[in-house]
């Protein structure tokens, strides 16, 4: 294996719509070098070999296993699969980056940690929207009260496709935003409900509004899509003394809104009297790093230094959590469910 100063040999396994992307990053980071990709699909592996012609190609994973010179592997392959490929490569002693969600099930998951942990190794689920410069920047303003008390979330992900054939649109979509609210309020959940349609593919839901109850009192709306007539990533949070609405699409991805309304006190019997204040709007700089970059830079640390990264194994396991309460939900024909309870890491 790697010593601390050299980099952090990683290879790719999966090459499909994702991969590639995690091929560039890897392939350009000075902290990593990419040692191989794994696909099962020879096309595949011919149109990266024209772009990265000095990286080993291979369809075969037990290859890549027993490589003595790979240290870690980036599983970028479909949701049902990630168990299996990641015990084996935590077995053969290799770290592992896998794509959201980690697992199938929370079961498959903790057993993944247990063997993480078992062995030393980095197990990194990736949630790439925690690298992302907006989502940082709200939860700095979150961590430091500068929106007081948060009174509510209402999330909107859709767009028009990628319809899955293999995984419900909140199993596909439904972790970008769960690990974004785990992120921010640093805590699960304590129930759920959900209702959805499939509206294309029977029995693949295909739109999905979930409604997240909080133990502080916070409530959350999150609203996800694969049928919408345009591509919308917006979160408004109001909280007592400010408002913010995060939009990934938008030039402008993070405003601050300084506005609000008091309950004041009422000066006779039956009187109430609201204040309503509308102030400035602020938009912070954002840097424009590409959030899969600094994932990758903080998979390497990570690997490098063994402590645990930002988008942890504790995250990927609450947003299985999380994702099995509102499959309860549905089959409960949209009743509360309640999530496992968990010990927030902020």
Same mark, same amino acid.
């Given at each position: ?31 990593? #070098? ?23 190609? +291979?369809?075969?994973?037990? #290859? ?12 970028? +392959?479909?949701?049902? +699969? ?10 053969? @002693? ?53 929106? @007081? ?31 974004? %609210? ?44 694969? %049928? ?12 007592? #003394? ?46 424009? +790093? ?6 990758? #830079? ?49």
């Amino acid at each position: 294996m790697s010593t601390a100063a050299d980099p952090v040999r990683v290879a790719v396994v999966g090459l499909g719509y994702w991969g590639p992307n995690l091929v560039r990053n890897l392939y350009e980071l000075p902290d990593a #070098e990419l040692v191989g990709v794994c696909d099962l699909d020879p096309d595949r592996l011919e149109r990266i070999a024209r772009r990265y012609p000095d990286v080993r190609r +291979t369809t075969s994973y037990d #290859e890549l296993l027993e490589d003595p010179t790979v240290d870690a592997v980036a599983i970028v +392959t479909a949701v049902g +699969t990630h168990f299996e490929l990641a015990s084996a490569a935590l077995e053969a @002693g290799k770290h592992v980056f896998v794509e959201k969600p980690m697992a199938g099930s929370v079961d498959e998951a903790e057993l993944l940690v247990a063997m993480a942990r078992a062995r030393g190794l980095t197990l990194m689920p990736g949630h790439t929207f925690l690298y992302s410069p907006p989502v940082n920047a709200v939860h700095d303003l979150i961590r430091a009260g500068a929106l @007081g008390e948060i009174f509510f979330l209402s999330m909107s992900r859709v767009n028009l496709g990628l319809h899955q054939s293999d995984a419900s649109v909140i199993w596909d979509l439904g972790p970008h935003d769960l690990s974004i %609210l785990r992120y921010w309020l640093g805590e699960s959940p304590v129930s759920v409900s959900a209702m959805t349609r499939c509206c294309v593919m029977p029995d693949v839901p295909d739109v999905a509004f979930v409604n997240l109850q909080y133990a502080d009192g916070a409530v959350a709306h999150v609203e996800l899509s694969w %049928l919408a007539p345009s591509k919308l990533r917006r979160t408004a949070i109001v909280g007592s #003394e400010r408002m913010v609405v995060y939009d990934d699409t938008s030039v402008e991805p993070v405003r601050v809104f300084d506005s609000g309304v008091t309950l004041r006190t009422p000066a006779n019997f039956g009187e109430f009297r609201l204040s309503y204040r509308t102030g400035d709007i602020v938009s912070p700089r954002i840097d424009g +790093t590409e959030p899969l970059q600094v994932e990758m #830079e903080d998979l390497c640390s990570s690997i490098r230094t063994g402590r645990e990264p930002r988008s942890s194994m504790e995250i990927g396991l609450d947003v299985l959590r999380v994702i099995e309460a509102i499959d309860r939900s549905l089959r409960e024909d949209g009743a509360p469910s309640a999530v496992e309870s968990t010990l927030a890491t902020r």
